[in-house]
């Protein structure tokens, strides 16, 4: 590069570099789904989903049984 900031000259018969790839956009964060998405992405909202999950599926279950034993056989 010459010393006056000009940018150099180009000989015939040289490789033409490639141009510069463009910037990668921003990454926009999603909006939280009814106000909730910091209290879930820790631990203490992995805990209360999980509980959440237990709890339906031992709801279900006791319905289950319960539906099973009052049947007239």
Do not use: K
């Amino acid at each position: 590069m010459p010393a006056d900031g000009s940018p150099p000259e180009r000989r015939p018969g040289s490789p033409r570099l490639p141009p510069d790839p463009p910037p990668r956009p921003r990454i926009v964060e999603e909006p939280g789904i009814l106000g909730l998405s910091r209290l879930t992405r820790g631990r203490f909202g992995s805990r209360l989903f999980n509980l959440f999950f237990l709890l339906v599926f031992t709801v279900i279950v006791i319905q289950m049984i319960s539906a099973i034993l009052d049947h007239p056989w």
